[in-house]
């Protein structure tokens, strides 16, 4: 079975940090663009930060430029989104998504074949 599954999320403090992981089971993350995607109540999905599948490239929303970071580590098939200072505005339900795109990542979340279930960020003091 081909599935994407997230961890990490929790509650943090605002200026904290979390690292949330995306590994893949039943494929190789190495031929597929990996996107961070957030949804907060009340708003649409949005990307936060993507990376090519041979790395080179990567993109990330201005919202969170200087704070996030994001990875991959093809020994363990999975992908990390570093979370740093974060905000309250930062809250939502965090996604990772794969697409077949060589060499580069785009946040046009029509592009993603592969979805995981989730996993809930919360910044609150």
């Known amino acids: 079975q081909l599935q994407l599954v997230e961890s990490g999320g929790g509650l943090v403090q605002p200026g904290g940090s979390l690292r949330l992981s995306c590994a893949a089971s039943?494929?190789?993350?190495?031929?597929?663009?990996i996107t961070w995607f957030r949804q907060a109540p009340g708003r649409e999905r949005e990307g936060v930060s993507c990376?090519?599948?041979?790395?080179?490239?990567?993109n990330t929303v201005d919202s969170v430029k200087g704070r996030f970071n994001i990875s991959r580590d093809k020994a363990k098939n999975t992908i990390y989104l570093q979370m740093n200072s974060l905000k309250p505005e930062d809250t939502a339900v965090y996604y990772c998504?794969?697409?077949?795109?060589?060499?580069?990542?785009?946040?046009?979340?029509?592009?993603?074949?592969?979805w995981g279930q989730g996993t809930q960020v919360t910044v609150s003091s």
């Open positions: 998504a794969a697409a077949p795109l060589p060499g580069i990542c785009r946040f046009y979340d029509g592009l993603y074949d592969y």
């Open positions: 039943g494929f190789t993350l190495d031929y597929y663009a």
């Open positions: 990376i090519s599948s041979d790395g080179e490239n990567t």
